[in-house]
C-alpha cells in the first residue's frame, strides 16, 4: 500500500465570508499517528468534519482509505470511526444497547454483535456500568463509550477530535495507551488536539494549523528544531558570584535583577559541559541550574496567531 | 445481502431504537394522548346535550357518533406532535453525527422516526377509540371492509401527518421550537367539521373549515363507520393524505441532507 490512508489537496471551506480553512495539503500515511495541532477556531475541527463525510468540502481532492470523498462518500464511511468532539452516544438507552445498535448497524450476526459488545465493554472498564443509561455516565465514562462505539466495526482509519478533552490525567493516559494499541493493530489515527504533550506522545506527525492554513508540518523533533530558545539558565544568591559568572560566560544574556544568566544552548551534554567547565575554572558555583529546550509550546506560539497575544511562558527543564 | 435487504435491515434497527426511546419514556407519548381523551369527554360530557340539540339529535348519543370520528382524527394529529419533538431533539445529539459517518441507509434515521410515530399513532388511536366505545360509541352498519378502510384511512393519514411533523422536527433547532411549530396539528381539527358541522358555520369561515385535509378525512371516516355521505371526501381525503406525504418526505429528506451546523 503506497497510497496514504487520508489524502488532501488543496482542502478549502468558508462559512459565508469567513474562510475556515484555506487550502490544506495532507498525507497521513496508513498505520501512522497524524495530529492537527492548533488554537481554538483554527479549523481542526471542521477539517475533521469534512474527512469524515460529515460535512462537504467547498473545493480539494480528498481520498480517505484509498476511496474519493466526494465520489463515493459511502466506501469511505465503510473504512472509518468517528469520535466527534461531542459525545455522541444515545443518552435514553444503556451503553450495552448503544455497543448492539452499532453492530447492528454495522449488519454484523447477532452472535457476532454480542461477542463484539462483550468484549469492547470489557476492555474499555465498562462492564459494570453497561445496563445503565449513557445519561448517567460521567464524562470519562461516556468518552470511553464513545470510542468503544467507534470500534465496533472494526475501522481502518480513526478519527479523533479532541479524545482527551476534559479527561482527568489517568482516563487521559488510558486513552493514549489505547490509540498505541490501535496503531499497533495497523490503525491510522487522524487526531486532532489542544495539548501539545499529546502530540508529542502520540503522533508520527504533526500539522500546526492556524487561520486555516498549515503554519508547519513534521515530526515532533522537526518542528522543535523549526524554533530557537535553547538555553542554560544559571542563578545566584550572591551578586559577586553573579558578576564574577557574567564574566566568565562572555555570551549570557544577563539579568541584574534576577541575578540570572542566560547562556545560549543545545542543551547537549558537550555544550553543557563547556558551561560548568567556565564556571569551575573560575571558581564560581551557581545556586540553580535549568536546561530550557525548544518543546511544541514554543512551536505553537511562534508559529500560530496567537503569539502576540499570549507571550510565551518558556517550561523549564531542571536536570 | 442485497441493498434493498441491508436498507430494510438498518430501518428497522433506527425503528428498534425509537421505539424503545418510546418504551422507556412514555411520558411524551402518554401526555400527548390526554388532549384528545379530555375533548372528547368536555364535547360530549359537558357541551353534549346543547350540541345535540343545536344539530337536530335527540340526545347526548347522537352526538358521540357525530363527535368520534374527528377525535380519532385529532388523537392522531396530537402524537404526531411528539414526532417533531423527538426529531428535532434527536438531530442536536451527537449520536446523530455518528449516524451519518457510517455506511448505513442515508434514510433509515428518518424512516425509523416515521413508522416508530405511525406506530405510536395507531396504538394512541386504538385507546382513544376504547374509551369512546367505553362512553357508548357504536358503529352503524359498517361491513368488516369498510372497518378495514377506516383503519387504513387512519394509518395513511397517521403516515402523511408524521412527514410533515419530522420535517417540522428537522427544520426546527430545538424541542421547544418543534414542539410550537407542530401545534397546528392539533388545532386544525378545532376549525374542521369535527365538532359542528360546516353548514353551521358562518358563511365567511366555512372555506377554512373545507379547505383542509381534516375535513375530509373525518367526512370519509363518518360515511365508513355510520353510513353518512362520503361524496368526494373520500378521493380529497386520499389526495390529501399523498399530498402531505410526498411533501414531508420532500422536506425532510432535503433537510437532512444538509451539512448539520
Redesign the interface.
Known amino acids: 500500500m503506497t497510497e496514504p490512508a487520508i489524502a488532501a489537496r488543496g482542502l478549502r471551506k468558508s462559512y459565508g465570508d469567513k474562510k475556515v480553512l484555506d487550502g490544506i495539503d495532507l498525507a497521513v500515511p496508513a498505520g501512522t499517528v497524524f495530529s492537527l495541532l492548533g488554537p481554538n477556531g483554527a479549523g481542526k475541527t471542521t477539517a475533521v468534519k469534512i474527512l469524515?463525510?460529515?460535512?462537504?468540502a467547498d473545493a480539494g481532492e480528498l481520498r480517505v482509505a484509498g476511496h474519493d470523498l466526494a465520489a463515493d462518500p459511502?466506501?469511505v464511511?465503510?473504512a472509518?470511526g468517528?469520535t466527534?468532539q461531542?459525545?455522541?452516544?444515545?443518552?435514553?438507552?444503556t451503553g450495552e444497547?448503544n455497543m448492539l445498535?452499532m453492530a447492528?448497524?454495522?449488519?454484523l450476526s447477532r452472535k457476532e454483535g454480542r461477542r463484539v459488545t462483550g468484549e469492547l465493554l470489557e476492555r474499555f472498564d465498562l462492564v459494570e456500568a453497561a445496563k445503565k443509561?449513557a445519561a448517567t455516565y460521567s464524562g470519562g465514562m461516556k468518552r470511553r463509550l464513545d470510542i468503544a462505539?467507534t470500534l465496533v466495526?472494526g475501522p481502518r482509519v480513526i478519527f479523533l477530535d479532541e479524545p482527551t478533552t476534559g479527561l482527568d490525567p489517568r482516563s487521559r493516559h488510558n486513552m493514549w495507551q489505547i490509540i498505541r494499541e490501535l496503531v499497533t493493530g495497523g490503525v491510522t489515527v487522524f487526531l486532532t488536539t489542544q495539548y501539545l504533550e499529546e502530540a508529542d506522545q502520540l503522533a508520527d506527525r504533526i500539522a500546526v494549523l492556524d487561520g486555516g492554513r498549515i503554519a508547519a508540518e513534521g515530526t515532533a523533533e522537526e518542528l522543535k528544531r523549526l524554533v530557537p530558545g535553547g538555553h542554560v539558565r544559571l542563578r545566584f544568591t550572591d551578586p559577586a558570584a553573579y558578576r564574577a559568572a557574567a564574566l566568565a560566560l562572555p555570551g549570557a544574556t544577563r539579568d541584574d535583577e534576577s541575578l540570572s544568566l542566560q547562556v545560549p544552548s543545545d542543551g547537549s551534554q558537550r555544550d553543557l559541559r563547556s558551561v560548568l567547565d567556565r564556571l569551575d575554572s573560575a571558581g564560581i558555583e551557581a545556586d540553580e541550574l535549568t536546561v530550557h529546550t525548544p518543546d511544541l509550546d514554543d512551536v505553537f506560539f511562534a508559529l500560530t496567531g496567537s503569539a502576540a497575544a499570549i507571550p510565551a511562558q518558556p517550561k523549564e527543564n531542571v536536570r | 445481502m442485497s441493498s434493498l435487504t441491508l436498507a430494510a435491515r438498518d430501518c428497522s434497527t433506527m425503528l428498534r431504537r425509537n421505539l424503545l426511546h418510546a418504551r422507556r419514556y412514555p411520558s411524551l407519548t402518554l401526555n400527548l394522548l390526554l388532549t384528545p381523551v379530555m375533548l372528547l369527554l368536555l364535547f360530549v360530557y359537558i357541551f353534549g346535550d346543547v350540541m345535540s340539540a343545536g344539530m337536530g339529535g335527540a340526545d347526548r348519543s347522537d352526538y358521540i357518533a357525530y363527535v368520534v370520528p374527528g377525535v380519532l382524527l385529532m388523537t392522531i394529529g396530537s402524537t404526531v406532535i411528539g414526532a417533531a419533538v423527538s426529531v428535532a431533539t434527536d438531530m442536536s445529539e451527537g449520536i446523530i453525527a455518528r449516524f451519518r459517518t457510517m455506511a448505513i441507509h442515508r434514510s433509515s434515521v428518518l424512516i425509523g422516526h416515521v413508522v416508530g410515530s405511525v406506530l405510536q399513532s395507531v396504538a394512541s388511536v386504538v385507546l382513544v377509540g376504547a374509551v369512546a366505545v367505553a362512553i357508548g360509541f357504536r358503529s352503524k352498519d359498517a361491513t368488516a371492509l369498510e372497518w378495514l378502510a377506516a383503519f387504513g384511512l387512519l394509518a395513511l393519514f397517521a403516515l402523511a401527518l408524521t412527514w410533515i411533523a419530522v420535517g417540522m422536527g428537522m427544520a426546527s433547532p430545538n424541542a421547544e421550537a418543534a414542539s410550537n411549530s407542530a401545534m397546528p396539528l392539533i388545532l386544525l381539527p378545532l376549525i374542521s367539521s369535527a365538532f359542528t358541522p360546516i353548514e353551521a358555520m358562518p358563511g365567511w369561515f366555512r372555506p377554512i373549515a373545507e379547505y383542509q385535509p381534516f375535513t375530509p378525512a373525518i367526512e370519509t371516516l363518518r360515511g365508513l363507520l355510520l353510513g353518512t355521505e362520503i361524496g368526494n371526501n373520500g378521493w380529497l381525503a386520499l389526495a390529501w393524505c399523498l399530498g402531505l406525504a410526498v411533501l414531508g418526505h420532500r422536506w425532510s429528506a432535503s433537510k437532512f441532507r444538509q451539512d448539520p451546523k
Open positions: 469524515s463525510t460529515l460535512v462537504t459511502q466506501a464511511r465503510a472509518i468517528v466527534g461531542f459525545s455522541a452516544v444515545d443518552g435514553l438507552i444497547e445498535l447492528d448497524l454495522h449488519h443509561p462505539m466495526g
